[in-house]
């Protein structure tokens, strides 16, 4: 089976970002982060971005549209690359419109992996993480405190309260995803909760065998 489309599922805060990263240094894969595409929005402060930050801080999702705007963007940047789409689709119809944009670009999913991780550590992970908003770099109150003297900020989708919202719409809508995959026989379901380089080798061994 080729596996040049990728995609990474599962809950926020399960590793998709991370294994996506380092599976794009070690085996060539470019890192299509939906989210990351969405903060750059943001960040640029035009119309755009100000939409999709007043909806990222509440938990909500983006509108199809706007999500499907910037990835056939990417997309036409990459013609010719391995890619992951890390962060999308996340629902069902998302999926279908996915399908639908690859074939423009003669692309289809070739296998989607499925971080599971309960939804308790989901949100140990998430409302732990702090940023230096200096470097970008990303630190947790418990695992991984900031060194001495560096000073970091909670992001505002990432407080507890935004977090336990993020999980009710992922079950509600986003979790199908997985459903829709699997019924192609594309899925396979990763247990996430493990340490990073445990949950890597089984990555490494679901795209070497596939």
């Known amino acids: ?104 670009f003669r692309r289809r999913v070739d296998l989607a992996l499925f971080f599971a991780l309960e939804d308790r550590q989901v949100i140990e992970r998430i409302s732990g993480r702090r940023v230096d908003p200096e470097t970008g770099k990303i630190y947790h109150v418990v695992w991984n405190p900031p060194p001495p003297g560096v000073k970091t900020v909670q992001r505002d989708d990432d407080r507890e309260d935004v977090v336990r919202q993020r999980l009710r719409i992922y079950h509600e809508i986003t979790e199908p995803v997985a459903a829709y995959y699997r019924k192609s026989g594309r899925l396979v379901e990763i247990d996430a909760s493990g340490g990073v380089e445990h949950v890597y080798s089984m990555v490494l061994r679901v795209i070497d065998q596939a």
């Open 1 to 104: 089976m080729s596996t040049d489309t990728l995609v990474f599922l599962g809950p926020p805060g399960s590793g998709k970002g991370t294994h996506a990263a380092m599976l794009a240094k070690d085996r060539g894969f470019v890192q299509v982060s939906v989210g990351e595409l969405l903060r750059r929005e943001v960040e640029r402060g035009s119309e755009l971005g100000l939409q999709v930050r007043e909806i990222m801080n509440t938990g909500a999702l983006v509108p199809d549209q706007v999500v499907l705007q910037v990835v056939r963007r990417a997309l036409d940047g990459l013609r010719g690359r391995k890619i992951i789409l890390d962060g999308f689709p996340r629902s069902v119809a998302q999926a279908r419109m996915l399908d639908g944009l690859l074939e423009e």
